[in-house]
Structures are given as structure tokens and as C-alpha cells.
């Protein structure tokens, strides 16, 4: 084969491979607001399936869009450009942390301390506490 077609064969592969992971990088992540979830749960009922068994609750939870329903523990705080707010669980050892970014961030303007909030999430997990992420109030 020529050598100038052999570049040109290269030079497309290179171009179309890096096209591909540009759009992939660029992808946005869509807004769980309109997403269904898969269970509504309390606070308190939640930490407490992780609590007693957390391989089960990793099964039938992690990487599911949640709603739930607990009282602000802490106020909202910022974590460069993620909203992190806690909910509480009736344990002094854990809670319930929700991290809102984007638009979501807004949401939680005037929230008190000790409101009852419903929030939508995905669970990511627990270390000492339950991780949801790309969360949303529900009005």
C-alpha cells in the first residue's frame, strides 16, 4: 500500500476516536427531577437497612434513584461546586448525605435546620453514612 494512504487511514482512526471521546467527555448528565423512584423510604429506615445488613442494602439500593423523607440535620453546606445537606437517621454515629449540583442547588435556599424535606437521589453507597448523589427536593 501507499504510504500516503496508510497516513490518511491513521490520521481518520485518530480524528473519529478523538470525536468520540470528546462527546463522550462533554456528555451531560441528565436531571434525576423527572426520573421515577425506585423506592420512597425514610431517613431513619434507610440507615438502618445499611446498619444491619449492608451487602443487602448495597444489592438492592446502590446505583437506584431513591426518594427520602427525613429532617434536615445540618445546614447546606458547599463543597466547591456541590451542595452537600444531611438528613437525620436517630443515629449519632450516621445520617443520610445528599449532594445537589447544577440547578438542584437552588432548591435548598431558606431550608432550616430540623424541616421535614423529601429529597430524590441516587445511592451511591455508605462509608459512615449514606451517600446519595445528583439529588433533587421533591415538591
Do not use: H
Amino acid at each position: 500500500m501507499n504510504k500516503k494512504i496508510i497516513l490518511g487511514v491513521i490520521v481518520i482512526g485518530l480524528a473519529t476516536a478523538g470525536y468520540i471521546g470528546w462527546r463522550m467527555f462533554d456528555q451531560k448528565v441528565p436531571s434525576l427531577a423527572d426520573e421515577k423512584a425506585f423506592a420512597q423510604v425514610s431517613a431513619t429506615d434507610l440507615f438502618a437497612e445499611f446498619s444491619t445488613d449492608e451487602a443487602a442494602a448495597n444489592t438492592k439500593y446502590v446505583d437506584k434513584v431513591v426518594s427520602v423523607t427525613g429532617k434536615i440535620a445540618t445546614a447546606p453546606s458547599a463543597q466547591d461546586s456541590i451542595v452537600v445537606l444531611n438528613l437525620e437517621t436517630g443515629d449519632l454515629m450516621g445520617g443520610i448525605n445528599c449532594a445537589f449540583e447544577g440547578a438542584a442547588k437552588d432548591d435548598l435556599a431558606g431550608r432550616a435546620v430540623g424541616e421535614e424535606i423529601t429529597v430524590k437521589g441516587m445511592v451511591a453507597g455508605m462509608l459512615m453514612d449514606v451517600s446519595l448523589v445528583r439529588c433533587v427536593v421533591e415538591k
